[in-house]
């Protein structure tokens, strides 16, 4: 099993669309949480951090639950420039991450 | 913010030869940088732990002599592919940590893009 699961997609959807990515994870240690964002061959980006009490920064809503060790990404009023894949990550404190598979999602006009 | 450089960006070379990749913090010390490599269309795994001034950790089924690793210097850490061969080929990507607002954020390096022929 996969320390961190993501679905694949890709996942279509037009401009202004709502999507929601999921993620799970395995390891019960997991101290923090990520969305990052990886464009065609290049470096990941942070997104955002998650946090138990879900955060949110603009269009971007991201949740945490500890109990399902589940963590969710939604996006509000899809952008073209949203498309890209999104990274699940997890961590243990100060050490290495612990990426998914990714979740790529392409923003239609 | 944080910067991390990587050189070179892309990297073709001839199966046998040896290829090293500098990964540098900017502005700031990193007594551990990490290393990555990514296969087309999988996920980001992590190489080895770079340590400064000690011996890198190495991941389960990375051969520590295939991938040299060395952190000479709080600011610098190189990975050296010896005797590189075609399923090298990958996207490799460096971090290191910072600490910054009391909680560890990790910056990533631009990627080196390896192509072994």
């Known amino acids: 099993r996969k320390e961190v699961e993501q679905d694949p997609g890709p996942f279509n959807v037009p401009e202004g669309a709502t999507v929601a990515f999921n993620c799970t994870y395995s390891?019960?240690?997991?101290?923090?949480f990520f969305w990052y964002r990886q464009d065609c061959r290049k470096e990941p980006k942070l997104l955002m951090s998650?946090?138990?009490s879900g955060n949110e920064d603009g269009r971007f809503t991201a949740q945490l639950n500890r109990a399902s060790q589940y963590i969710s990404l939604l996006i509000r009023d899809s952008k073209l420039s949203d498309s890209a894949t999104y990274l699940c990550?997890?961590?243990?404190?100060?050490?290495?991450?612990?990426f998914g598979s990714g979740t790529r999602l392409q923003v239609q006009p | 913010g944080a910067v991390v450089s990587q050189h070179p960006s892309r990297v073709i070379c001839k199966s046998g030869t040896s290829v090293k990749i500098e990964c540098r913090s900017l502005?700031?010390?990193?007594?551990?940088m990490f290393w990555y490599r990514q296969f087309p269309k999988q996920s980001l795994m992590l190489m080895a732990t770079?340590?400064?001034?000690?011996?890198?950790?190495?991941e389960q089924g990375v051969e520590k002599d295939k991938f040299l690793i060395n952190h000479a210097s709080l600011t610098l850490s190189t990975l050296t592919v010896t005797s590189a061969h075609p399923e090298d080929s990958s996207f490799y990507i460096c971090?290191?940590?910072?600490?910054?607002?009391?909680?560890?954020?990790?910056?990533f390096g631009p990627g080196t893009r390896l192509t072994v022929t």
């Open positions: 971090s290191a940590y910072l600490l910054a607002g009391g909680s560890y954020e990790q910056y």
């Open positions: 390891n019960s240690a997991s101290q923090s």
């Open positions: 998650v946090y138990s």
């Open positions: 990550v997890v961590t243990e404190g100060r050490r290495a991450l612990t």
């Open positions: 502005d700031f010390q990193a007594t551990t």
């Open positions: 770079s340590n400064e001034g000690s011996k890198a950790t190495y």
